[in-house]
């Protein structure tokens, strides 16, 4: 079935999309950074597996928990460091700016080091036929692993001391810290952990296709997309929004052409940002999500 | 404390600022006609090559300002400037090279479209406050970038080869009247009511509307006036440089570029971002050229730098206009 093949291909990627996302809305909606470089976390998930698993042969699957480690402390070295002087004198702007100095930097020094070749990974894994439509496994493990963290994010944030402290914060960052809230700490981790599932992603994306030092930049932008669409800080709202960029993508870019594609996904972000900012899932002002 | 500190430091970056503009104010005439006199001699007296590199920094000072007619003032932080760029580049490359129109008239027909545009975008986009508006124009140029990139009928992702039928003096002395008429629009409109009420908006946008300034109508007409130059600017630059393409004519580093000027040299202020501008355009430049595989690390690492040490008495302008 030819109109079944986008929809699945939609939501096994949509799944992707939706990990790479769910960080990023966390720090957008919750602690108001908005990181350009969010992007560079992605695809430095995605070299450090290429190395580990082209040069030392490391199988590629525990490849992910290395990348996950390495970007987790990398972000929460970077948030510490870099852009919590900038939170504490509410200058959200400058991280705008900075991120993006970062971002440029990064790939720049990318292109240097590995080169702007195009890097994949080849690995022999079977292919499904259901009920007509062919599935490569590769994709619906990337699908399984994508909902399972983001699962497990949404378990933490819902029932941990940790994931209490981020919601805390999210309501009210004053209180939180009077209640006794180490809110620089959170602040760090939540930014290492959204470091940690990019990283994740970009290591399960490489399994898909291949990346260069210049995908950062539309890998960030696909996790704005979803994040506006989704609602930020809301990890439903990543989802609902992942699933139906990674459709949207699919069938457009089967039907029409990939660069068409990219157009329909910018115009339905920019109609959600006209119509409504807060997305699907997004809380209104003053709302709270107890 | 370190309030204390900061709130000295900007005190006397403040006293500093103040004592350069009055010494302005004082010599407004001899210094306005020095600044132009040096504009029109810089191709006369200088060798080819750094007269290209003032070129680009004019271009620079033109971006910066564009952004600060509308960030500046309105404090609507604008990301999408480039956006301007872009639509004055592909006017500008299309008129001259399919049309074969004058160099004036394909500088004045993409201001006029840029105007246009922004005019179109304004309406939904100044709705949006804070970060949303940030995004958004953000988004657009992003957007438009794509459009293009689909667009056979222009160039689509391959670009367009613009012929530069013109001696590099004609880009140089275009540069330089498009960024003379910002710097002067910039000044009236700080002088104007209409300025004043565009400032009442960044300090209080619903007490402004209270006292009846049409917000509304006013933050538009800024953002129409701050797309007009760098459309200009736009078409000047895409035969300048002989060729473009999507990634290059909308580059989001255009954008940021703006921004990062801007908020080096001062928001809101007339010279500021004059003086970010070119004195960031020359040392990416020159450090630029002297190392060619460095040069987007250099630019990365100066936005970063700027950021993290810009004095606070800049940071502290925008700190009291937000």
Redesign the interface.
């Known amino acids: 079935m030819a109109v079944l093949d986008p929809l699945v291909y939609g939501i096994l990627l949509g799944g992707l999309f939706t990990l790479i996302s769910v960080g990023f809305s966390l720090s957008w909606g919750v602690l108001d950074i908005i990181d350009l470089s969010h992007g560079i976390q992605i695809i430095l998930g995605s070299y450090i597996s290429f190395w580990l698993y082209t040069l030392y042969g490391i199988n590629y699957w525990l490849t992910i928990p290395v990348a996950f480690a390495l970007i987790f402390a990398g972000s929460y070295v970077y948030q510490r460091t870099l852009l919590q002087r900038f939170v504490d004198r509410e200058q959200f702007i400058y991280i705008f700016v900075i991120t993006f100095g970062v971002s440029v930097a990064c790939e720049a020094l990318m292109d240097i080091f590995w080169t702007s070749n195009y890097r994949s990974v080849t690995m022999d894994y079977p292919t499904f036929v259901v009920g007509g439509v062919t599935i490569p496994s590769l994709r619906i493990i990337a699908f399984v692993v994508s909902i399972v963290l983001t699962g497990l994010l949404a378990y933490m944030l819902k029932y941990t001391r940790m994931g209490y402290a981020i919601r805390a914060i999210r309501d009210n960052q004053k209180s939180a810290r009077l209640m006794g809230v180490n809110t620089d700490r959170t602040y760090a981790l939540t930014m290492g952990l959204k470091g940690g599932l990019a990283a994740v992603g970009g290591s399960l994306l490489l399994t898909l296709q291949p990346i260069s030092p210049i995908s950062h930049f539309r890998w960030m932008v696909f996790a704005f997309i979803v994040v506006v669409i989704g609602g930020l800080g809301s990890v439903t709202g990543a989802l609902a929004g992942g699933l139906l960029l990674g459709v949207v993508i699919s069938a457009v870019g089967t039907y029409a052409s990939q660069g068409i594609a990219d157009v329909v996904a910018y115009t339905l972000l920019t109609v959600f940002l006209f119509v409504r900012p807060t997305g699907l899932f997004g809380l209104q002002e003053g709302q709270s999500n107890a | 404390m370190p309030e204390d500190s900061t709130g000295g430091l900007r005190e006397s970056v403040d006293r500093v600022l103040a004592s350069f503009e009055d010494t302005v104010k004082q010599y407004r005439l001899p210094l306005t006609v020095l600044a132009l006199v040096v504009l029109a001699v810089v191709p006369l007296v200088l060798p080819a090559y750094p007269t290209r590199i003032v070129a680009l920094s004019l271009f620079g000072v033109i971006l910066a300002g564009s952004f600060n007619l509308i960030s500046g003032f309105t404090g609507y932080?604008s990301?999408g400037q480039g956006a301007f760029i872009g639509v004055g580049a592909y006017t500008g490359a299309m008129l001259i090279k399919a049309a074969g129109a004058p160099l004036v008239v394909a500088i004045l027909v993409s201001g006029l479209l840029a105007a246009l545009i922004a005019l179109v975008l304004g309406f939904?986009?100044l709705?949006?406050r804070g970060?949303?508006f940030?995004?958004?124009t953000f988004?657009?140029q992003?957007?438009l970038a794509?459009?293009i990139?689909?667009l056979s009928e222009l160039g689509?992702?391959q670009g367009l080869v613009s012929l530069s039928v013109w001696p590099y003096d004609y880009y140089y002395y275009a540069f330089a009247i498009i960024a003379v008429a910002l710097v002067a629009t910039t000044y009236f409109v700080r002088q104007s009511y209409f300025g004043l009420r565009l400032l009442a908006i960044n300090s209080n946008e619903i007490q402004a509307e209270t006292l009846g300034v049409p917000t509304n109508r006013y933050k538009l007409q800024a953002f129409v006036l701050s797309a007009v130059f760098p459309g200009m600017a736009g078409a000047v630059w895409a035969n300048y440089i002989g060729y473009i393409n999507p990634g290059t004519a909308l580059d989001?580093?255009l954008s940021?570029r703006a921004?990062?000027y801007t908020?080096t040299g001062g928001l809101g202020t007339v010279f500021g971002p004059v003086i970010g501008a070119l004195s960031l355009s020359l040392l990416n430049n020159t450090l630029g050229s002297q190392f060619l595989?460095?040069?987007?690390?250099i630019?990365?690492?100066?936005?970063?730098v700027v950021?993290?040490f810009m004095p606070n008495g800049i940071?502290g302008l925008?700190?009291r206009s937000e």
Do not use: K, M, Q
Request: overall charge negative; charged content about 5%; cysteine-free.
């Open positions: 932080i990301f939904p986009l709705r949006l970060h949303y940030a995004i958004a988004v657009i992003l957007a794509a459009l990139s689909s689509g992702g989001p580093h940021v921004v990062l908020l595989e460095l040069d987007s690390v630019f990365g690492l100066l936005i970063v950021i993290l940071l925008l700190n």
